[in-house]
């Protein structure tokens, strides 16, 4: 049984930072790529970031890039989101999620499982 469990969301201050982890168990980490996505209330579930099986290639969303920074530890079956210069846009319950290819990408329908999300609030 595959388990994805994500930890870190809080609020915060327009500016601020946090850090989101998503432990993952279940299937071998290190052969999937991974992903970030976020759903606002009233909103469609939005692309975040992305990092292949490796972690040595990623890919952002627009809304994100040069502020977000996801990264994966594959001793530690663990990926990261890094979310500095937060702002009150990126208020959101974010998910993780494990593609089912080793290459990233952005598309959901390539993500095989899901965690049950993280609430991330950015008051301005």
């Known amino acids: 049984q595959v388990q994805l469990v994500e930890s870190g969301g809080g609020l915060v201050q327009a500016g601020g930072s946090l850090r989101l982890s998503c432990a993952v168990s279940?299937?071998?980490?290190?052969?999937?790529?991974m992903g970030w996505f976020r759903q606002a209330p009233g909103k469609e579930r939005e692309f975040v970031a992305t990092?292949?099986?490796?972690?040595?290639?990623?890919y952002y969303g627009d809304s994100v890039l040069g502020r977000f920074t996801i990264s994966r530890d594959n001793a530690k079956n663990t990926v990261y989101l890094q979310m500095n210069s937060l702002k009150p846009e990126d208020t959101a319950v974010y998910y993780c999620?494990?593609?089912?290819?080793?290459?990233?990408?952005?598309?959901?329908?390539?993500?095989?499982?899901w965690g049950q999300g993280t609430q991330v609030t950015v008051s301005s």
């Open positions: 999620a494990q593609s089912s290819r080793r290459g990233y990408t952005d598309s959901r329908l390539l993500y095989d499982y």
């Open positions: 279940g299937r071998t980490f290190s052969s999937y790529a």
């Open positions: 990092i292949n099986w490796s972690g040595d290639s990623t």
